[in-house]
T-cell receptor, first 114, second 114 residues
Framework: DVKVTQSSRYLVKRTGEKVFLECVQDMDHENMFWYRQDPGLGLRLIYFSYDVKMKEKGDIPEGYSVSREKKERFSLILESASTNQTSMYLC?????????????FGPGTRLTVL | AQSVSQHNHHVILSEAASLELGCNYS??????LFWYVQYPGQHLQLLLKYFSGDPLVKGIKGFEAEFIKSKFSFNLRKPSVQWSDTAEYFCAVMTYNQGGKLIFGQGTELSVKP
């Protein structure tokens, strides 16, 4: 069974803080993704990575950065958190072997920025 | 840019009623289509997917979806809903020129009254 885990289910931070969200997958997947989920907007892609040390911008990368030092781990970084980054953050992974491969999601981190 | 549109934001049904959730996408090329479901407090999980072949796809828990290429649609159906189907449903599209990224619709919240 594919497992994608995220470091925290709930997180509360203050404006201006640096925030790290961690994601780990145990299926040796090449691709990893970070989304944010907001009511009425669905899921929007922030960043993704096809391999270690590689990253690509998604649709809404502003205010975020990522790090992929190991194949199984993909970190999302908020350099200086702002209130408009209050959201649910979802991590996902899939294999690169076929475009038909399903993305598997983690449980999400609900981040509140005060 | 490609986009996915889900017409219903919130649907309320009584148990045993039939369900149809609309999904349209804008992309003229080959697509892979997905429906994901998020039950309250749980992570996003795959309901069903279409890659090729029979345009009528059957998924878990009695759900099915029909791909109509001429209408750019992938509507989700269930003949008789249960209270346990209460959840948020997301349609998503993967196009071959986007490197395996998913583009999500806005989501439809389904509430089933017992």
């Amino acid at each position: 069974d594919v497992k994608v885990t995220q470091s925290s289910r709930y997180l509360v931070k203050r404006t201006g803080e640096k925030v790290f969200l961690e994601c780990v997958q145990d299926m040796d997947h090449e691709n990893m993704f970070w989304y944010r989920q907001d009511p009425g907007l669905g899921l929007r892609l922030i960043y993704f990575s096809y391999d270690v040390k590689m990253k690509e911008k998604g649709d809404i990368p502003e205010g975020y950065s990522v790090s992929r030092e190991k194949k199984e781990r993909f970190s999302l970084i908020l350099e200086s958190a702002s209130t408009n980054q209050t959201s649910m953050y979802l991590c996902a992974s899939n294999t690169q072997r076929s475009y038909t491969d399903t993305q598997y999601f983690g449980p999400g981190t609900r981040l509140t920025v005060l | 840019a490609q986009s996915v549109s889900q017409h219903n934001h919130h649907v309320i049904l009584s148990e045993a009623a039939s369900l149809e959730l609309g999904c349209n996408y804008s992309y003229g090329g080959t697509v892979n289509l997905f429906w994901y479901v998020q039950y309250p407090g749980q992570h996003l999980q795959l309901l069903l997917k279409y890659f090729s072949g029979d345009p009528l796809v059957k998924g878990i828990k009695g759900f099915e979806a029909e791909f109509i290429k001429s209408k750019f649609s992938f509507n989700l159906r269930k003949p008789s809903v249960q209270w346990s189907d209460t959840a948020e449903y997301f349609c998503a599209v993967m196009t071959y020129n986007q490197g395996g990224k998913l583009i999500f619709g806005q989501g439809t919240e389904l509430s089933v009254k017992p």
